[in-house]
């Protein structure tokens, strides 16, 4: 299976969360979860942070303009006994609410409670698995720490 990617996946998805508790949630146009409702995701861009992915990511298909709140869960997996597909999944608030479809790759996006998306038989697996569990725990970003200008990092973030 060749990939621009090479052999190890690193990518982010978000649960936004908007005021009144609904959840963003896309359905794709492409891949494994063409047509079902699922987190808004992408691959990690050389010289971006993965907080600026997601932040990234949920922009370019959305339109929704989010602020990270933390890390709430990790997918990782191997595909075909080769490559290692690994996720971070981070809560989000929205702080915008008009949504705009990036329609090359999304049939449409939308704002749903999570009780209902954890029914719903076109929700992905890892969807309805959050929708579920209704996470409490929580990394929680630290911004301003640099580890020594020996190593040269331009951005640096813990997640604890």
Known sequence: MA???G???IAV???V???NGDW???KKKYGGLKGK???PAGFVNEGETLDEAIVREIHEETGIEAEVQGVIGIRSGVIQSTIS???IIF???ANSSKIIVQEDELFEAAFFPPNFLKDDEDASLLLQSFAEEMFEKMLYKIDGLNPGDQFGYTSYRLFL
């Open 17 to 19: 969360e908007n005021e």
């Open 37 to 39: 409702w699922s987190f």
């Open 85 to 87: 597909d690994n996720m």
């Open 7 to 9: 052999n190890v996946w």
């Open 3 to 5: 990939n621009k990617r």
């Open 13 to 15: 998805s978000g649960v």
């Open 91 to 93: 809560k989000l608030k």
């Open 24 to 26: 963003l949630v896309v």
